[in-house]
């Protein structure tokens, strides 16, 4: 696609730090990282979202994120990782091409996710979850899905 982003990083249009490619994938560092070693994997077949990427493009850029991460983890020792997908505006994609972030995490880095788990939340909801159950989780959340009301920030 002409305009898109990705794909003028993948043929070269635009600079980027690639740290992996293969004939399927290409992965570079994210240019407004949340962490040291932000990363995404793309496909380089262009695909607006998980709904447009062909099959085996997905798998690939699985078996990328398995090998980026893994070379992460060796390196910069984190203490956990975010893999993240979005698709369309409404889940805050903000290139519409297929991408994966990888976000190495460290315990207390201050940067994290701002929904959390909300007792009796959701269908399948206990009524009592365990402490373990309402840490901070990944991904935001603009509302709860009850008659469109919004979740207070």
């Not at 709904?51 to 203490?79: C, E, G, M, N, S």
């Not at 402490?131 to 901070?136: G, H, M």
């Amino acid at each position: 696609m002409s305009d898109c982003v990705f794909c003028k990083i993948r043929d070269g249009q635009i600079p980027s730090m690639k740290i992996y490619e293969d004939e399927r994938t290409l992965c570079i560092m994210d240019i407004n990282p949340l962490n040291s070693g932000h990363c995404l994997v793309l496909t380089r077949a262009h695909a607006a979202t998980i709904f447009d990427a062909d099959p085996a493009d997905l798998q690939a850029a699985i078996t990328t994120a398995k090998r980026v991460a893994t070379a992460q983890r060796a390196a910069l020792q984190p203490d956990g990782l975010n893999m993240l997908q979005a698709n369309g505006p409404a889940a805050f994609q903000s290139v519409p091409h297929f991408h994966l972030h990888l976000i190495p995490r460290w315990t207390n880095d201050g940067k994290g996710f701002d929904w959390k788990i909300v007792p009796g939340d959701g269908p399948f909801a206990s009524s009592s979850p365990s402490p373990a159950s309402t840490a901070t989780t990944a991904g935001p959340r603009s509302s709860r899905g009850r008659s469109g009301t919004r979740a207070s920030r």
